[in-house]
């Protein structure tokens, strides 16, 4: 966990919690004045992704990036519908990709989106078990597979 703070802060982050914290939510909303417009949930937990409607101030929207697993469930209490709150999900960012693609290519290649600091190893085909385990267990920001 704490490579992948060192790595958030070096990729801008300015806070880091454990999402182990008690009282996160209260806490994230103390530090924003009462909550975010945006939340964006990008780890694939039922309780990142109830976290990211509860820090939400009224009428704010939580994303929902990570995919959560099969049989795991989000669970939102029924009256904090009331404060306007909007939930979404994503697939692939909602990418258009025919025109996002050669736009991220173009920034990559000038220097203005640093992919390479988020690719935590280079694996091999054979090795690409190991690499799904990893990610499962959270211990990998991002294998790449290397061929030939």
Known sequence: MADKRALAERLG????????????????????????DYAIEAVGRPETAELAWTILKRGGTATILGMIAPG??????????????????????STRF???????????LDGRLDLDT???????LEDVNQAFAKLRQGDSVRSVIRFG
Do not use: C, N
Request: overall charge negative; hydrophobic content about 40%.
């Open 118 to 124: 988020m690719v935590a190893e280079e694996i091999g």
């Open 98 to 108: 025919p025109i996002d693609m050669p736009r991220l290519v173009d920034m990559y």
């Open 72 to 93: 795991k469930v989000v669970s939102l209490p029924g009256p904090s519908f009331l404060a306007g709150k909007k939930l979404q999900g994503s697939l692939l960012g």
């Open 13 to 36: 982050a300015t806070h880091g919690f454990a999402p182990e914290e008690p009282d996160l939510g209260k806490k994230l909303a103390a530090l924003t004045g009462g909550g975010v």
